[in-house]
């Protein structure tokens, strides 16, 4: 009996081990740019002293973890202030990382514990929404 095309014999050493041929031939789609946008409930007691931690430290921490902020924003509803900002990553696990990275950065751990044992609460609920581009979005500038 004859062997089977070379193209066949990975497709039927896939299956002898249980990968379906789909697998064989599947490729991750390409990483896409995503923008995050995030909105932080905040408190009037508390609002400037949250302004003042995220501008004097959180920026600067979260830059060294390779946050790219685009815009920052504060707005107010019926619930009081807001903080809103704008982010831009060039994948959403990169995303995901840089976060990781910033949650466990020991600068920030002591800052955020430091700042809330003096001021209390700051910040209520965090709304966070990743952005994927339509694929007739124009560009972003």
């Known amino acids: 009996m004859r062997s089977p095309p070379s193209r066949y014999r990975a497709i039927l050493a896939a299956l002898a081990v249980g ?7 599947a490729v991750d789609p390409p990483a896409r740019p995503v923008q995050q946008l995030r909105v932080y409930q905040l408190f009037d007691a508390t609002s400037g002293a949250f302004h003042d931690r995220f501008r004097d430290h959180a920026r600067r921490i979260m830059a060294r973890h ?4 685009v815009a920052m924003w504060e707005t107010r509803t ?15 696990a990169t995303m995901r ?4 990275a910033f949650l466990a950065d020991d600068e920030w751990i002591r800052i955020k514990q430091e700042s809330a044992s003096e001021h209390g609460p700051m910040v209520g609920d965090i709304e966070e929404r990743v952005l994927r581009p339509t694929d007739y979005s124009p560009a972003l500038r």
Do not use: S
């Open 78 to 92: 019926e619930r009081g202030p807001e903080f809103v900002y704008l982010l831009n990553w060039p994948d959403e």
């Open 19 to 25: 990968i379906t041929p789909l697998a064989v031939h």
């Open 66 to 69: 390779g946050f790219d902020i």
């Open 97 to 100: 990382r840089a976060w990781r």
